[in-house]
């Protein structure tokens, strides 16, 4: 057994070994000259010049290239669109940070009058029952009214305000009847002869 393994392990350790063989021409051969690349049959080089033919499309390709022409308008409206509305949302994702952030931090005392205004505003819903109108006046009016409340100025500041604009509003429409009753009623033609006239 030991002469197996002694003649097994002989050749098997000699083919681990790395050896370098250098090769040197034969000192009767004639010199030869060196080889071109297009002497060689692998590397042939093609005569003429080569032309770039594009490849018909497709069925596939031709109906991929109208779906984008059609889609083209629709596409562009997209990102129009959202880079409309990318700042708008920005902000109000922004407003609702800082509106929790303020829920968070509220100030003492916050929380019951949300609450009274809230249930100031369901005894004006439940006292408008049957009518929009009343709902439009009773809702926001007792709402309005437990807010003012709580925070005097800040109502005195939105009654000014809204007082003003309110004026402006009747202004403007007092305007447009006057202008259209000049119109209709006092054209020269639809003016009787007064007394006294001829």
């Known amino acids: 057994m030991f002469k197996v393994i002694q003649r097994s392990v002989g050749p098997a350790s000699l083919s681990l070994l790395t050896f370098k063989v250098y090769a040197a021409p034969n000192k009767d051969s004639p010199p030869k000259n060196s080889v071109k690349v297009d002497e060689l049959s692998l590397c042939s080089v093609p005569e003429g010049q080569s032309k770039y033919v594009e490849e018909a499309r497709s069925q596939l390709e031709e109906s991929i290239s109208q779906l984008r022409h059609y889609c083209e308008p629709y596409t562009t409206w997209c990102q129009e669109t959202y880079s409309q509305t990318k700042?708008?949302?920005?902000?109000?994702v922004q407003w609702g940070l800082?509106?929790?952030?303020?829920?968070?931090?509220?100030?003492p005392g916050f929380f019951p009058r949300l609450g009274v205004i809230g249930?100031?505003?369901?005894?004006?819903?439940?006292l408008a029952r049957g009518s929009k109108i009343k709902k439009l006046v009773y809702l926001p009016g007792f709402m309005g009214l437990a807010a003012s409340l709580y925070y005097p100025q800040q109502a005195i500041v939105f009654a000014q305000v809204s007082g003003e604009r309110l004026y402006d509003?009747?202004?403007?429409?007092?305007?447009?009847?006057e202008d259209l009753w000049k119109e209709n009623f006092q054209k020269p033609g639809n003016v009787k002869n007064l007394p006294g006239t001829k």
């Open 87 to 92: 700042p708008k949302m920005h902000s109000l």
């Open 98 to 107: 800082d509106s929790y952030d303020d829920l968070q931090n509220a100030p």
């Open 119 to 126: 249930f100031a505003g369901l005894i004006g819903l439940l």
């Open 169 to 177: 509003w009747g202004l403007r429409g007092y305007i447009v009847i």
